[in-house]
């Protein structure tokens, strides 16, 4: 597999991982909004956070995008960088700002063992991506 579709498979975990959260959320607490908004997860029709890559010159970004409802927008807008993925070596990085990475590499999607580990921590919030 490549650097990018590497890239896409994160961002697909961290989807999952958003659903994962979000169907648990409403589940805690029982309520006619809280079982509409399962239904809406349940039948694809949630509008929940998504991660969308953006190409740069030396990174892939991964960019969190929330639904926006606010003046009867309804579209998705771009909320912030989750990661940066360097497009040579595949090393994942937690960003410093929208601009760039942090300095230290957190994961390596070209490495099988790391790539399994990070899509098996992967969380939405970005809680992975912190050196421990």
Request: some cysteine.
């Amino acid at each position: 597999m490549t650097v990018v579709e590497r890239t896409q498979n994160l961002c697909t975990a961290l989807e999952n991982d958003y659903k994962e959260h979000s169907r648990q959320m409403y589940l805690r607490n029982p309520s006619d909004y809280s079982l509409k908004q399962l239904n809406a997860i349940d039948d694809g029709s949630a509008k929940l956070t998504k991660f969308r890559i953006q190409s740069g010159r030396k990174y892939y970004k991964l960019i969190q995008q929330d639904y926006d409802t606010f003046q009867n927008r309804n579209e998705y807008r771009d909320g912030g960088v989750h990661a940066f993925v360097d497009k040579k070596t595949g090393e994942v990085f937690k960003p410093a700002g929208w601009q760039g990475p942090a300095k230290y590499a957190r994961y390596n999607l070209l490495d099988e063992a790391s790539y399994h580990t990070a899509l098996g921590k992967a969380d939405w919030a970005g809680g992975y991506l912190y050196l421990r």
